[in-house]
Nanobody
Framework: QSHLVESGGGLVHAGGSLRLSCAASGLSFEHYYMGWFRQAPGKEREEVSCIDSNYGRTYYADSVKGRFTISRDNAKNTVYLQMNGLKPENTAVYFC??????????????????????WGQGTQVNVSS
């Protein structure tokens, strides 16, 4: 059975940085698209970033462009989210998720969050002002 485990969350001051990691097991990681989502209290879940499986194409929400970077290491079955210039409004639980799309060439940002088949348990990010 496949699992996703996030880590790297914590408390930082505004302007600080964190790197989130999501380790996958039980799946052929190189064939899976990976996404990072977040949910703040009282708000809907939103997609932060995603990366496809074969072409290295990425997507970022407008609110994080230029500050966050998604990357993946297929040898380690891990996807990362480097978050720089953090703002208090970035406070949320961050989740990674995965969907098997292989070499379909589908743009990862065209995949609705509800279509992702596996989700991690989330990691809390708190940014103080």
């Amino acid at each position: 059975q496949s699992h996703l485990v996030e880590s790297g969350g914590g408390l930082v001051h505004a302007g600080g940085s964190l790197r989130l990691s999501c380790a996958a097991s039980g799946l052929s990681f190189e064939h899976y698209y990976m996404g990072w989502f977040r949910q703040a209290p009282g708000k809907e879940r939103e997609e932060v970033s995603c990366i496809d499986s074969n072409y290295g194409r990425t997507y970022y929400a407008d609110s994080v462009k230029g500050r966050f970077t998604i990357s993946r290491d297929n040898a380690k079955n891990t996807v990362y989210l480097q978050m720089n210039g953090l703002k208090p409004e970035n406070t949320a639980v961050y989740f990674c998720a995965t969907i098997l799309l292989g070499r379909t060439g589908v743009a990862c940002n065209s995949v609705p969050g509800d279509n992702y088949s596996r989700w991690g348990q989330g990691t809390q990010v708190n940014v103080s002002s």
